[in-house]
């Protein structure tokens, strides 16, 4: 997931999926994912990859980088 802040600032182009809810990101709240993008990111030239974001309203985000 990325927030819609991010998104917009970054200038990712972004697709628009079959609609669907997330209702285990807020408790008793529905959110509604309208919007996605695809980010492409790469490790030290050696792991590259592409990856389809939700795009929602959300006040952090981290990306999880662990060792193998």
């Known amino acids: 997931m990325v927030s819609i802040e991010v998104a917009d600032k970054l200038h990712l182009p972004t697709s628009?999926?079959?609609?669907?809810k997330l209702t285990?990101?807020?408790k008793r709240n529905e959110v509604k994912v309208t919007k996605r993008c695809?980010?492409?990111?790469c490790i030290r030239k050696r792991y590259m990859d592409e990856?389809?974001?939700?795009?929602i309203p959300i006040d952090a985000c981290y990306i999880l980088l662990i060792r193998p």
């Open 16 to 20: 628009n999926p079959h609609i669907y």
């Open 24 to 26: 285990w990101f807020k």
């Open 38 to 41: 695809l980010v492409s990111f």
């Open 51 to 55: 990856v389809w974001f939700e795009i």
